[in-house]
């Protein structure tokens, strides 16, 4: 019902082709979740809604440049999403079409890889002839920008990639490489924004969760509860856990930045909503009903609406609540998806 609903919104139509300059000159759309209201503000308003003793809790995964495009003997081109390493530096998981056990391709640097079969989540693994795979796609590979970006900028005469995408397609807070998408929510901050809220008062937490495919993977056509989330790797250090806790402790709010954020906190969180340190394979999925025990409000960009970050938005602020704020955003023209509009959902 929920993938009906939002769907006919016609969201697509506004997917932004590239992101704002500067930064914190994003729309943001302000919702109150008790009573509904909303507020159109631009994201450096962020100062008037957060007070002395609010956490930000920021995930510090970076993008690296997973994209590899190579050859095979037959001399066609090839496409290779990198995903993750496996259990031997040469061996990875990847995303692919048109593959078969047994294909070799050709890299750049004369570097090889054959297709060794399919893992249980449907990816190929891949042999590379070298163990610096990472190496190779930071040399020769490109940005894993989503496709409805490229998309966009296709249909107004742009190249799908440009040298921008390098540091726009990566938040001011990456420290960690091993995403192939970005914690999009994090996009709108600047040094100097996030200084005034410093200034203010408000602490500011780092997680790291390596965003894979899966937080993209449309969510299952009979609905969320037959929806199986692939795992990604979530860490949470003690430091943090020590600042978020002690933040609610004083009375502060915990506000996750983005959907990412949100999952790392909600799978290390007690049932008293205490953020426990670790590392572990987070499989989440959050959709309502769901009751949330750490976020006390969440930093959020417009979602495709078959999307399960769109599904962990309706369950924090409510279906109806959320419907209406984005029914208001295509009026408004809101701009949408990775490099769109922001929300502040109180």
Known sequence: MLLQKFSALGCEKLVAANPAEPRDSSRLLVLDRKTGALEHRVFRDLT???????????????????????????GGKFELLLVRQEDQPHRWSALCRECHEGLSVVFAGGVTAAAEGKNAAGEWIFVFSTPHVLALAERSGSMPLPHYIEKARRLSGQTAQNEGDKSRYQTVFARENGSIAAPTAGFHFTPELI???KAGGVVFAPVTLHVGWGTFRPVHKDGPEHHKMLPEYAQVSAETARTINAARKAGGRVIPVGTTCTRTLESFAAPNGAVESGGKWADIFIYPPYRFRAADAIITNF????????FMAAAFAGVENLYRAYEEAVRLKYRFYSYGDAMLLL
Do not use: E, Q
Not at 303 to 310: D, E, F, K, V
């Open 48 to 74: 008037d809604y957060l007070k002395k003793g609010d956490c930000i809790v920021v995930n510090d995964t970076k993008v690296f440049p997973a994209k590899l495009n190579g050859k095979k003997a037959t």
């Open 195 to 197: 200084g005034k809220l």
């Open 303 to 310: 979602h495709i609406p078959s999307s399960t970050p769109l």
